[in-house]
């Protein structure tokens, strides 16, 4: 049996899940976000716990246990709390400001680039080397704070170009004079 798939789903106050034919739907504090899953999966609430069950043993429906379960977790925590991603801007003369509901890169390119915010994403600048991707859906938000690091990514000699906070890139070695 799926190890993740079978662990309970524990349920915050002020988080209900509401189950129907084919979709789940979560909402919180923060909003709600719904999710289509498969039928061979149940989900039961019972107080402020949810718990997954699936129908059969089959390769496919043991992925998609785990999987629903997860993706179930992972909407409870963006109704609560949320998520963050921080990228680091990295390079001489490389700076980001918020211009209303946009943020204007200069990150070396003959032209300053201009990314704005989309539903259910919100950016902030801390600094002037800094972006701040948050939101409550996990997936939307990595792939938006994916979206820009790949506007400049960073290069392995100098390093410069926008990466993750957390991210550590590989430095190369440079040329080597001879003698």
Known sequence: MSRIGRMPVTLPAGVTVDVKEKEFTVNGPKGSLTQEYDPKI???VEGNVAHLTRADDENDTRAKHGLYRALLHNMVVGVTEGFKKSLVIAGVGYKVAKQGNKVVLN????????IYE????????PSATEITVSGIDKTKVGQ???NVRAIRKPEPYHGYGIHYSDEVIERKEGKTAGK
Do not use: M, Q, R, W
């Open 144 to 146: 938006y704070a994916a």
């Open 42 to 44: 149940t989900i039961k």
């Open 107 to 114: 990150v070396g390119y003959s032209h300053p680039v201009e």
């Open 118 to 125: 989309e539903d259910g994403i919100k950016l902030e600048c």
